[in-house]
């Protein structure tokens, strides 16, 4: 924060008290930004208190607006009828809403109903609050705004609405740290004279590549017209629709609109899209081919002034949320500056209520719009589950949510995916090799740092025994390393000793026994430079107090400050090591397990020589990525040479370091291959705890695009894993294509029978999820408040 201290607060004169310490509800008040968020910010301001002085500027003339329709949800219709009735109630007579949304791939259309929209459009939005401010006396100045830092000072608050290209914000960059992002996109706003009936998606697979119609209804035609079935809503002579065409930079540059006129350019959209608009024309107000930027500010606020709507935050347009996230953003501040004892304080609040809800929507356009980025990929996917995929790709709308909306669509998914009448997705079968997984739910690897000298215990017989009662199609144990020095702590099981081995029979044996059904496997590793450090709980990745052993890796580079420093691999170590994991790979094959996963991921022995950031060797095992992989895959070989043909192997990875000059979610595209080609079953695919100045970018199924990219490129079988914590997500990622299996960690640890209670909650009563014998009693939900409901006849002795 030392650069945002260096900045004076705007307006700030000697020795007087700093304008950030100013009243909660400032008495004059300065709008930068006649956009709908700028506005609404004034009409709220001088509606709260109507002796305020509210003036704002915006350059653009009154007459004139960029874009064509607007949408709002309900949520913030919700909020405006109880901040303003007067506005919406006009916004309420303007609307146009429907519930379809289609969407239309390679000649087929698949519809999808009971979404709920409602769009205007922008033009009539700014009439109605430019009326709204008129009629409450603000003062509206449709001319340049002088500096920021004069307003700062002649105004108790400055609110920036001035868009995404903020002068405001550029002003005082130091203090607010943007960080913008440019995306691979190209786009162009256009306009249609007639109503779609629905929210359309149109993809058009031409000779250049893939381009895609963003489209909606924002006014229905006038009585003189014929509307059919469409949307209800405000009358236009002939009703409109907003269109949007977009498509990939490199499409963009080959279909050469690099070098096509403005009206070229409509002119080719609306031929190459004709289908969709039915032979009509297109029109422009003037809108060019852009990119989208996504806007994201460490602070929002600075001294007096505050930033609001595209100012302060971006999200992509194919989650309709920027007019949204404005107008909250002003229902906000206002209700702030109200329930606030001074300016400071009112423009912290805000921050800290808008802030979570804004990273939330960006999270999700980030989804969103990453997902339109890659549509080539999914091109090829059955209409039907292109649909699904499209339509959930924000991940906040779900297979469970689209079944409530329209269970004859969804039921169609379903059925093309190849679920039986009343199976979820989750409990359909997958073969791997000789191994017949019951369902697709795997407990993911958790350390349980709780061996003996590398032996499994007690602890490790009930925590993999009472996760494949739990109903889990696969359980796979923590990293098993393959020599003491391999272990990450003293308390690392091992497949180093005959000892050992009998411990895992042990376990594997309980599962086969009790668990009928359930897979086990082993994933083998080892720690390479992460190793011989403190338990978890005692300080991760710290080194021992004492007693520490050697740790070895891909090139001489400690994980963090503080740690060991790792002595290069010679020749002769890489054969040893070898050795070793086939060693290991044979005794678990004699322990009894189905599966083996050989662990390349985080920054562990075998991740380190596949990442650029922890392997600069010079000898043939560094380099290109393809001598990078040289020993990993010298090691899968020696391994899956070892263990028995019918059962199968998969290879865990990072799927990008989070880190600049990282694996790249291109390399690991190639990696599988690699991997896939020497014989690989399956990709678990995490990311990242490569090195430890990471920058991951956490959120709901964060790592899924990863795994989805994977599974369309390298047309290999993926496992997903992250932060996937409900049924309804593993239902979701599956039935979209993204993912084959879904390792889940943290809801195991929470409930260890997740996957049955999955079962019960979702009604399933079949092969994909059996309730072991002496737990049957218990496989439906228990009732509550009732007394006369007939008990279970159980046997209650020993």
Known sequence: ?????????????????????????????????????????????????????????????????FGFGVVLSDETLGGIEHADPDVHDALRRNFVRWDDVDVVHRNTRHTCTGHGFAAL??????????????????????????????????????VAADGVHSATRETYAQVFRPRITTHRCRYLWLAADFPFDAFRFEIAETEHGVMQLHGYPYARPSPDHHPSTGPSGPQDPSGASTVIVEMREEVWHAAGFDRATPQESVERCAKIFADALGGRPLRSNDSAWTTFRTVVNERWSHGNVVLLGDAAHTAHFSVGSGTKLAVEDALALTACLEEQPDLRSALTAYEEERKPVVASTQRAAGASLEWFENLALYVDQPPRRFAFNLLTRSRRVTHDNLRLRDARFTGGVEREFGCPPGTPPMFTPLRLRGVTLRNRVVVSPMDLYSAADGVPGDLHLVHLGARALGGAGLVMTEMVCVSPEGRITPGCAGLYTGRQAEAWRRITGFVHERAPGTAIGVQLGHSGRKGSTR??????????????????????????????????????????????????????ARAGFDLLELHCAHGYLLSGFLSPLTNRRTDAYGGSLERRLRFPLEVFDAVRAVWPEERPMTVRISATDWAEGGTTAEDAV?????????????????????????????????????????????????????????????????????????????????????????????????????????????????????????????????
């Open 670 to 798: 190639e990696i599988a291959r690699a991997f896939a080609a020497h014989g690989a079953d399956a990709i678990d695919v995490s990311t990242g705890q490569v090195v430890a100045d990471e920058t991951p970018r956490y959120g709901r199924s964060y790592q899924t695009p990863f795994a989805d990219r994977i599974r369309h490129e390298a047309r290999i079988p993926v496992i997903a894993v992250g932060a996937i914590s409900s049924w309804d997500d593993v239902n979701s990622l599956l039935l979209a294509g993204r993912a084959d299996l879904c390792a889940l960690a943290r809801p195991h640890l929470y409930d260890p029978h997740w996957t049955l209670h999955a079962a019960a909650e979702q009604g399933y009563d079949g092969p994909g999820a059996v309730w072991p014998a002496p737990y049957r009693a218990g496989s439906r939900p228990p009732r509550t408040g009732r007394t006369d409901a007939p008990k279970p006849r159980l046997r209650l002795e020993s």
């Open 121 to 158: 459009s922008r033009k009539r939005l700014l009439e109605i609050l430019h009326a709204r401010c008129h009629a409450l006396g603000v003062d509206l100045r449709h001319t340049q705004a002088p500096p920021v830092a004069r307003l700062a000072r002649t105004h108790d608050l400055v």
């Open 535 to 588: 338990l978890m709980w005692e300080g991760m990745d710290e080194p021992l107090p004492d007693g520490n052993w050697p740790v070895v890796a891909a090139s001489p580079l400690p994980y963090k400050p503080g740690s060991q420093l790792p002595r290069e691999l010679g020749r002769a170590q890489l054969t040893d090591l070898r050795h070793q994991f086939a060693a290991a790979a044979g005794r678990a």
């Open 1 to 65: 924060m030392a650069g945002a201290l260096s900045v004076p607060a705007p307006g700030a004169a000697p020795g007087a008290r700093p304008a950030h310490d100013g009243p909660a509800r400032p008495a004059r008040v300065a709008v930068i930004g006649g956009g709908p968020g700028g506005l609404y910010t004034a009409a709220l301001l001088k509606r709260r208190a109507p002796d305020r002085r509210v003036t704002l500027w915006e350059r653009t003339p009154a007459d004139r607006t």
